[in-house]
């Protein structure tokens, strides 16, 4: 079974080297890499090109931001199962890929997704520990979803489901889940293993304005996708959930 992993990068040179690593490695080697560069500057296409392998198919032109470059990927991609990893994030080991290829060896699973963990950007230490759980109907009103870099699909449902939404901002990965989990009416399993190590620093974490435009544009997608929820019950589990992701986070720093 071919997967194709996309890679969005831009001025990533101090980073993509561990990203490339981390695919390069794994037992799964039914790979397609995709690497969609938006003209970068800083000597990520160098770095790139210098540990080019069959697998990688680079393309660097300039793009109207991260989901405009993973959505180039999504039309690019020739392998019937797609996912993501970002150039600042790496995979926790070298069988990462076989798990997601063992969930979709049943037929019915559409998409799968797992645990993810934060760390340092020196990656010596974890801070932050996102606990996923089978999905229900309803828990993105909740204030849940899954980690995003974990999610991996069959590629022929995008045709059904689409692309990134860039209408939205902050809260895009966000939507475009809830529209294939919520209403979407797919099979999804998860993986309880942690599979994906993201260095902190992401936008949406960044300011209080961010978090606050990220849910609302959450709540805009929650009522596109038909899912009733409550502002105050979403926010208060949205809280509850990130407060255990530290406390986890800051436990497994000390095991």
């Known amino acids: 079974m071919k997967i194709s992993v996309i890679t969005a990068t831009y001025n990533s040179a101090k980073t993509i080297l561990d990203t490339l690593d981390a695919v390069a490695i794994q037992t799964h080697t039914d790979i397609e890499h995709l690497v969609i560069d938006g003209a970068s500057k800083d000597g990520t296409i160098d770095i790139v090109r210098s540990h080019a392998n069959p697998q990688i198919r680079l393309i660097s032109e300039p793009d109207k931001g991260i989901y405009d470059a993973m959505n180039k990927g999504f039309a690019l991609a020739s392998g019937e199962v797609v ?145 009733p929820f409550s502002r105050v019950w979403f926010a208060v589990n949205k809280v509850v959930n990130r407060l255990n992701q530290f406390v986890v986070g800051r436990i497994r720093c000390h095991q």
């Open 83 to 227: 996912g993501f990893l970002n150039s600042d994030d790496f995979y926790t080991d070298a069988r990462v890929l076989e798990k997601i290829v063992n969930a979709f060896q049943d037929p019915a699973v559409d998409a799968c997704y797992a645990d993810l963990v934060y760390v340092t950007p020196d990656k010596s230490r974890i801070v932050r520990y996102w606990k996923s759980k089978p999905f229900t109907k309803g828990d993105f009103a909740k204030g849940w979803c899954p980690a995003h870099p974990t999610f991996y699909l069959r590629k022929s449902l995008i045709e059904r489901l689409g692309v990134f939404d860039s209408s939205y901002k902050m809260g895009v990965d966000v939507e475009f889940m809830m529209r294939y989990l919520e209403s979407g009416n797919i099979r999804a399993v998860y993986i309880p293993h942690t599979l994906v190590r993201m260095r902190l620093g992401g936008a949406s974490n960044q300011k209080y304005k961010n978090i606050m435009l990220q849910n609302k544009e959450i709540f805009t997608a929650l009522r596109k996708n038909g899912v």
